[in-house]
T-cell receptor, first 114, second 112 residues
């Protein structure tokens, strides 16, 4: 069964450093998403991406964040200058119909900012 | 705005016990409702869904009914197994929007 994959599974970085989290969505999916979950809190929507552009973003997704689909398979989330409060589990998801329906999630990348 | 509230965990039950995890939502109109499950070390998996009032979603012995009058979507299973130990997330979404809105999750422990 096709699945969403994410790398790395755990990333440790120092405050102020740039990190790139990588995702490979399911191959025939057209819509891509990033969510995050700070320990003990809700899973929160960050951004959705369709047709090579952002279609929706939350207030969390500020100028420090960017997303890119650099080739036909990868979908990346970049944090330019990490803060301690960026420590969280980051989930990538993909879907075929537009949002609100079945989104398929990856296993997550745990980001620890020290 | 839309929101989801689910019961606090952890919930600890013995094998073969009856499970209920409560979930209520706040939303205008008729969102789709979901239960996602996260097994240890894995991603979020869609467990079941319902797209309109009175629909019942079911999968792997789990059921939830979309109750518009009580704005609820409680998850139930008649006889839980140790392998059901996981974190369960209630969520809602809309076809016209992109994001899924999650509850905080309920950790379930099943004792043999």
């Amino acid at each position: 069964e096709p699945e969403v994959t994410q790398t790395p599974s755990h990333q440790v970085t120092q405050m102020g450093q740039e990190v790139i989290l990588r995702c490979v969505p399911i191959s025939n999916h057209l819509y891509f998403y990033w969510y995050r979950q700070i320990l003990g809190q809700k899973v929160e929507f960050l951004v959705s991406f369709y047709n090579n552009e952002i279609s929706e973003k939350s207030e969390i997704f500020d100028d420090q964040f960017s997303v890119e689909r650099p080739d036909g398979s990868n979908f990346t989330l970049k944090i330019r200058s990490t803060k301690l409060e960026d420590s969280a589990m980051y989930f990538c998801a993909s879907s075929t119909p537009r949002g609100g329906n079945e989104q398929y999630f990856g296993p997550g990348t745990r980001l620890t900012v020290t | 705005g839309d929101s989801v509230t689910q019961m606090e965990g952890p919930v600890t039950l013995s094998e073969e016990a009856f499970l209920t995890i409560n979930c209520t939502y706040t939303a205008t109109g008729y969102p789709s409702l979901f239960w996602y499950v996260q097994y240890p070390g894995e991603g979020l998996q869609l467990l079941l869904k319902a797209t309109k009032a009175d629909d019942k979603g079911s999968n792997k012995g789990f059921e939830a009914t979309y109750r518009k009058e009580t704005t609820s979507f409680h998850l139930e299973k008649g006889s839980v197994q140790v392998s059901d130990s996981a974190v369960y997330f209630c969520a809602l979404g809309r076809n016209r929007d992109d994001k899924i809105i999650f509850g905080k999750g309920t950790r379930l422990h099943i004792l043999p």
